[in-house]
Nanobody, 124 residues
Framework: QVQLVESGGGLVQAGGALRLSCVVSGRTFSNYRMAWFRQAPGKEREFVTTINRSGDSRYYADSVKGRFTISRDNSKNTVYLQMNSLKAEDTAVYYC?????????????????WGQGTQVTVSS
């Protein structure tokens, strides 16, 4: 079983920055593609970004491209999401997710393991 635990959420003013972390345990971390999703109140879950197993390929949603950066440290079993230039519309619960898919995917159904989420609130 794979466990994912996110941290780093909080309240920040528009234009500010936050760094989310997600620690993975239970299996070999480097065997998994990792991703971040988010869900705002009253909205469906939304893909944010994904990174491949080795960390040398990333894919972003258009809404965060140029502002967010995903990275991973396989020695620490951790994936990160650096969020800069935050906007009020970035307010959501952010989830990290793990997939054994070898291809780039933004489909949540391809991710078998999920964290409990961390709240990010951006005040305008």
């Amino acid at each position: 079983q794979v466990q994912l635990v996110e941290s780093g959420g909080g309240l920040v003013q528009a234009g500010g920055a936050l760094r989310l972390s997600c620690v993975v345990s239970g299996r070999t971390f480097s065997n998994y593609r990792m991703a971040w999703f988010r869900q705002a109140p009253g909205k469906e879950r939304e893909f944010v970004t994904t990174i491949n197993r080795s960390g040398d390929s990333r894919y972003y949603a258009d809404s965060v491209k140029g502002r967010f950066t995903i990275s991973r440290d396989n020695s620490k079993n951790t994936v990160y999401l650096q969020m800069n230039s935050l906007k009020a519309e970035d307010t959501a619960v952010y989830y990290c997710a793990a997939s054994q898919a070898l291809y780039t995917t933004r489909n949540g159904n391809d991710y078998a393991y999920w964290g409990q989420g961390t709240q990010v609130t951006v005040s305008s």
